[in-house]
């Protein structure tokens, strides 16, 4: 299994973080009340332990997973604490990713895991129900769809991470270690929408000599392919599917991107060397270790960083890769131009998700975190892509 595999395995299974990196998992999202600074305000919903997937349903209502597997509603109330109602739990591991249909079916994902043991399955609950239904065996689907862009020779590896719900009802899922997005009907039935191609990056200069297992790493500016690594996905209110990267080892900053998959396709290829052309289009480069993706009524794409070093940085436990980021993207007729928030202030962040005029993000990835809510205005300092 890859690095960048390995690393969004664990936060599937929810291991603590000493067993993947050095101690320093990092500190809430936001403190109690509200905080002026880059992006607008920022303050605590409620509190949540390993908190992943995110989902705002409408005005004061938002659903979150955890990392035991659990996942809740929480009830914002005027003048006092948030409520969380727990709703259930998927078996087999943690999950990454909650989304909620407008008929009200939730949809929760597993990551990757043991066979037999609910991991890397498409979940179904509804109000009323006792536990969640599997509707889809993802890592079944995988096996026989192979990544014909493979470079780790896995070619039927799967780790469902990311997920957002069409129009129809239809869950597309991204597959960090399929490097692919899928579409799930309502009935359980699987298709590949798109795949994303791996690219050419330079090994970075912030690298040590040796991993924590001491293997050596190649030395800087050396070029060498990294797969793209599929994390997320929202939806446009086109019916366009957006999918974010991490960006597989050696993880290089700015390299992750952000493709279009037009509303329709199916096996469409996301190629960064024609990044123009078919099904699949380039929208946004230059970022590093996407996690997640949201879009707001607008259509402005937020797309969340794990570390603004890069997750191998992380996972390495150089100084300062604790600190992920959020980019508000916006395209105009001369490209698209990229803003950061709320810079510095958010440390190991999971998911995001918009609502009306709000933001709200999960984190820290490990311990314990928070459900944060943002007010974001339009007014703070731009930057293009």
Known sequence: MTRSHRLLAATSAAVLAATLLPAASGTATADKGRHHGHGGHLRVVADLESPRGVDNLGPGRTLVSEGDGSFSLVVERRHRDARVIPLGTVPGAASPAIAASRRGTVYILTGAGEPGTGAATLYTWRRGDAEPTALADIAAYQAEDLDPYDLEELPADSNPYGIAVLGDGSAVIADAAGN????????????????????????????????????????????????????????????????????????????????????????????????????????????????????????????????????????????????????????????????????????????????????YLTGPIFGPGTLSKATVGRHHHRGRR
């Open 180 to 359: 692919d997005v899928l579409k799930v009907t309502p009935e359980g039935d699987i298709t590949t929408l798109a795949r994303l191609m791996p690219r050419t990056v330079a090994v970075p200069d912030s690298l040590p000599d040796t991993d924590p297992e001491g293997n050596p790493l190649p030395p800087a500016g050396t070029q060498i392919p990294a797969e793209a690594v599929a994390t997320s996905v929202a939806v446009g209110r086109d019916g366009s599917v957006y999918v974010g990267e991490l960006r597989g080892f050696p993880a290089t900053p700015g390299t992750s991107q952000v493709w279009r998959i037009a509303p329709g396709a199916e096996g469409a290829d996301c190629d960064p060397a024609a990044p123009y052309a078919g099904d699949c289009t380039r929208v946004a480069d230059g970022l590093t270790s996407i996690v997640d993706l949201a879009i707001d009524r607008r259509g402005v794409i937020y797309a969340l960083s794990l570390s603004r070093l890069s997750w191998l940085a992380w996972e390495l436990g150089l100084e300062g890769s604790e600190i992920g980021s959020l980019h508000a993207l916006e395209r105009t007729r001369r490209g698209t131009t990229a803003r950061e928030l709320f810079r510095g202030r958010l440390v190991n962040p999971a998911g995001v998700d918009a609502g009306g005029r709000s933001l």
